[in-house]
T-cell receptor, first 112, second 111 residues
């Protein structure tokens, strides 16, 4: 069983569209994250949820909205997609606020 | 949060020991040092974490001097499958998410 799974793995869409990426973890962890990895491989935290509560919200455009329906799921919805949103988005989880991060395999978003 | 600096790339040969150094001059008292490995088209994977001195596990060792302003990841006897990007990460001990990934070191192991 995959510990942290994301869907879709690949997403190609047009500018201006709205899209969502889903993430699920079966590790029983309390904390989940979204990271963005750009073409230069820089990994940056976007959001973090602990027990379904938003605890980290870095400088991310309002077009990005995370939603955590329960501790095992953290989804990312993006409105009005722009070219600069093209990147690989990684979901991760950790047992608590501290500790090892477990990453999903990433969702590659390409905006045309 | 402490910024980290790593070499952009390193080359090695199979069977050699590889040492990758990370600089984190502004590390705070409560920060830990963690290293992750990332293969193409995969998410980063935890390798090792330490606070001071030396930590060793089945895949790597982590050396941290007394001033903690740098750390060195040591990979013994690398193989071709160790070719990957290695990230040094300074982790706030109260919130792993509030951590800064370095730019990563691309390690290429040659036969």
């Amino acid at each position: 069983d995959t510990a942290v799974s994301q869907t879709p793995k690949y997403l190609v869409t047009q500018m201006g569209n709205d899209k969502s990426i889903k993430c699920e973890q079966n590790l029983g962890h309390d904390t989940m994250y979204w990271y963005k990895q750009d073409s230069k491989k820089f990994l940056k935290i976007m959001f973090s949820y602990n027990n379904k509560e938003l605890i980290i919200n870095e400088t991310v455009p309002n077009r990005f909205s995370p939603k955590s329906p329960d501790k095992a799921h953290l989804n990312l919805h993006i409105n009005s997609l722009e070219l600069g949103d093209s990147a690989v988005y990684f979901c991760a989880s950790s047992l608590h606020l501290t500790g090892e991060l477990f990453f999903g395999e990433g969702s590659r978003l390409t905006v045309l | 949060l402490a910024k980290t600096t790593q070499p952009i790339s390193m080359d090695s040969y199979e069977g050699q020991e590889v040492n990758i150094t990370c600089s984190h001059n502004n590390i705070a008292t409560n920060d830990y040092i963690t290293w992750y490995q990332q293969f193409p088209s995969q998410g980063p994977r935890f390798i090792i974490q330490g606070y001071k001195t030396k930590v060793t596990n089945e895949v790597a060792s982590l050396f941290i001097p007394a001033d903690r302003k740098s750390s060195t990841l040591s990979l013994p006897r690398v193989s071709l499958s160790d070719t990957a990007v290695y990230y040094c990460l300074v982790v706030l001990n109260t919130n792993a998410g509030k951590s800064t990934f370095g730019d990563g070191t691309t390690l290429t192991v040659k036969p």
